[in-house]
């Protein structure tokens, strides 16, 4: 019998459709912009020299063979996923004047998108952790050389903290660091199986380092958790005596990252590889305190803001994905009619999609952005920790990087999830990118501070400012001033055309205030007949509900401010409606805290909805250019249904070409 060609030809067939040029519908989109797509990447990127840095930087990697991928990374196993990532690492690392490796905001995670993709792998925690620990934690004097060891490689680290029993709970870590000032040493040890680390990033295969975080025992007294510098593997990266170690197994998503376990026996280091920039223990054992108990804690609050911006992005790419697949998302395929006879439309245009798509491209906007001046604070706040010993700015900055942090990675989880499933079954699919980029946010939930324990601490500082406020002498953060302000009994919002800013403001901030306040009643009630600690895990949900809100209550009024500096008036009117469409969404989305006492009226409800109605229709047109200006080009997107020419369906067939089943 004749045998049928095989997929492979048949799939060759179908290569000859693929269209020269872009598709038709999505040029008519990006013709139809009302702003200058330029102007407004520059707004996006605050000026063009991030742009231009941007293009070159995709230039390098595009002209660089040894960033090229033989095999397409969705159809690899573990092991070659693991080889591919080191591959690529080992090339990114031996080229790094290519970027400003400091900039950890724009250039460096543009370069790791660029040559690796969304993946955590085998020096994410080096540099994203372990680098940073060594920055935060070490005397100015020896900074000098474990930064030159890692800068020659000869040092690959990871910041072992978690245990197999806790990782939230810090306090009750169990490993431990007991000092013997007869050798001058540390022993690390671990006592129990709980004791185990678990989850570092980077341990199981490839880190001959790690900053560990240990109970300190010196002079028969417990001290707290510390972190120390801790050898683990030998030149020929052979675990050194006393040390056991492996990778975990494989995981939700970044499994190109070999996260590992750690078992210490009774392991030895010397004195100086505690990290005592900020608290010290003598040859003697004798043993010195930080200036605020917290400052070990530095380099997550670090890493929290770095986080927030990375989440943004990939909220921002997986909207690029949606509207442009939404803009071409027709023709052969239709999905029904608008108006009977009239053919059948681009999905894009339904009011429930535009509604899917476009309060996720507002929300990826503004928490994006406002980090740049974050990163600032932080810069400042550990000056004046450094200089002055001035911790007065510390518990705002942990406040804000934990509350910011907690609120949007689910925000950017949850945005994934509902753009992925705006585009049908071919969302499902490895080739949208969206698993991928949906296992990588989500695992930002719960890493670098569990989600609703960062809230707890966000509602901890707000519980501490409602009683100053009650108190009639409150010291106020410049993020919590709005706290003091007199109540406020009827909502100002009106028509998305004619209210102001202020007026969005002002409920924001009246809402959150009741919230506050109204919680910290209910604390200080139960507090009469509980215990503190009783008290406080009964009105928990409500102490998450205040926290968050003070979170969004933040980013909306960062997001006005944000659109006001933007000098290009046609680019300015758009991402203000953007900004009022965020405002809107979160209005209807809390509409019961924002009605709670007749505050806002039904009427003032029902205008927000149509609000809504009419500010997807306005920023329709526009859609597909907004999500051009985010710049993200197509290897950075990784993504076939949001490629930029709109050559969805060929593209798909080309992909599914290089699946292992079809070779023979
Ligand atoms: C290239 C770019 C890529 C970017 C991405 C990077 C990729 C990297 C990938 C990353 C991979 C993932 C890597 C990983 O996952 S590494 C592992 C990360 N682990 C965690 O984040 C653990 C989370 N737990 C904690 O941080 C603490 O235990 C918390 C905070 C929960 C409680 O703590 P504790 O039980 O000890 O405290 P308390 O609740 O009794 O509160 C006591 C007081 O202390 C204050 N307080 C607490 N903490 C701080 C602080 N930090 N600064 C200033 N102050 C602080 C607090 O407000 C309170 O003040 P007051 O109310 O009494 O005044
Ligand atoms: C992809 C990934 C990478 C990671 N990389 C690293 C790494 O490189 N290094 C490292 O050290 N760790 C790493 N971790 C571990 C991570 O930091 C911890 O998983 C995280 O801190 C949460 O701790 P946990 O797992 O103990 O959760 P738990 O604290 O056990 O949380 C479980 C549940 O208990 C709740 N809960 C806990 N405490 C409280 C409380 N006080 N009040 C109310 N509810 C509470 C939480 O909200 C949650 O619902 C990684 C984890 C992941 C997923």
Request: glycine share 6%; net charge neutral.
């Amino acid at each position: 019998m004749e045998r049928d060609s095989s997929p492979s030809d048949q799939f060759h067939r179908y290569k000859n459709l693929i269209q020269n040029g872009d598709n038709p519908d999505i040029t008519k989109e990006r013709q139809g912009a009302s702003f200058n797509l330029y102007n407004m990447q520059c707004f996006v990127y605050e000026n063009d020299h991030k742009l231009q840095r941007r293009q070159e930087i995709l230039e390098f990697v595009e002209s660089h063979r040894e960033f090229d991928d033989p095999v397409h990374p969705h159809f690899l196993n573990r092991d070659e996923q693991i080889d591919r990532a080191t591959r690529k690492c080992l090339a990114m690392v031996d080229n790094l004047d290519a970027i400003d490796v400091t900039d950890y905001f724009d250039e460096a995670p543009l370069y790791q998108l660029l040559t690796i993709g969304r993946e955590l792998h085998c020096l994410s925690l080096h540099y994203g952790m372990f680098l940073p620990t060594i920055q935060v934690h070490t005397e100015k004097s020896l900074i000098l050389g474990p930064f030159q060891m890692a800068a020659s490689k000869a040092i690959l680290g990871t910041f072992a903290q978690t245990e197999l029993g806790h990782g939230s709970n810090l306090s009750k870590l169990e490993t431990t660091a007991t000092y013997d000032a007869t050798t001058k040493e540390f022993v690390i040890h671990t006592p129990t199986m709980s004791a185990g680390k678990w989850w570092p990033g980077g341990l199981g295969k490839s880190a001959n380092y790690a900053a560990v975080m240990a109970q300190l025992y010196t002079s028969g007294e417990s001290k707290g958790p510390h972190l120390f510098m801790v050898q683990l593997r030998d030149n020929a990266h052979a675990p050194l005596p006393g040390v056991t170690v492996g990778d975990i197994g494989p995981k939700l998503g970044n499994n190109a990252n070999d996260n590992g376990f750690l078992i210490f026996d009774h392991y030895r280091i010397p004195r100086r590889n505690m990290f005592m920039k900020y608290s010290k223990v003598e040859a003697d054992g004798t043993y010195i305190p930080p200036p605020h108990a917290k400052l070990g804690f530095g380099a997550m609050v670090l890493v929290r803001l770095l986080m927030i911006r990375d989440q943004t992005c990939q909220l921002g790419a997986a909207a690029v994905i949606a509207i442009r697949y939404s803009a071409v998302r027709h023709s052969a395929v239709r999905q029904g009619e608008i108006n009977e006879g009239e053919g059948e439309v681009q999905i894009l245009d339904y009011r429930t999609q535009q509604y899917r798509l476009l309060p996720q491209l507002a929300r990826s906007f503004p928490s994006s952005q406002r980090m740049r001046s974050r990163n600032s604070t932080s810069k400042y706040v550990t000056k004046q920790i450094n200089n002055n010993a001035n911790m007065e700015l510390l518990p705002e900055l942990h406040a804000l990087s934990s509350g910011l942090k907690a609120v949007i990675t689910w925000e950017v989880a949850q945005g994934i999830e509902q753009l992925r499933l705006s585009c049908g079954g071919h969302g499902y699919s490895r080739a949208s990118a969206f698993p991928d980029m949906y296992a990588y946010a989500v695992g930002g939930c719960t890493y670098e501070g569990e989600n609703i324990v960062m809230l707890l601490q966000v509602a901890r500082f707000l519980m501490m400012i409602a009683k100053e406020v009650r108190s009639g002498n409150p010291k106020l953060a410049e993020i919590a001033e709005y706290i003091a302000k007199p109540d406020a009994v009827t909502a100002r919002i009106s028509s998305w055309k004619t209210c102001s800013d202020e007026d969005i403001i002002h409920d924001f901030e009246a809402v959150t205030r009741k919230l506050i306040f109204a919680t910290f009643d209910r604390l200080t009630t139960l507090e009469r007949t509980m215990k503190k600690k009783e008290a406080w895990n009964a009105c928990s949900i409500d102490l998450c509900k205040a926290a968050r809100m003070h979170v969004k209550t933040y980013l909306v009024k960062n997001f006005l401010a944000r659109v006001r500096t933007c000098e290009d008036p046609a680019s300015r009117t758009v991402m203000h409606t953007l900004a009022k469409l965020y405002a809107f969404d979160l209005i209807s989305g809390g509409g019961g805290h924002f009605m709670k006492g007749g505050f806002l009226s039904e009427k003032q409800f029902n205008e927000v909805q149509l609000g809504i109605y009419e500010m997807l229709a306005a920023i329709r047109p526009d859609s597909v250019a907004l999500a051009d200006s985010w710049a993200i080009s197509d290897l950075e997107l990784r993504s076939v249904l949001g490629r930029r020419d709109g050559n969805v369906y060929p593209a798909l067939l080309e992909w599914a070409q290089q699946s292992p089943l079809n070779q023979n």
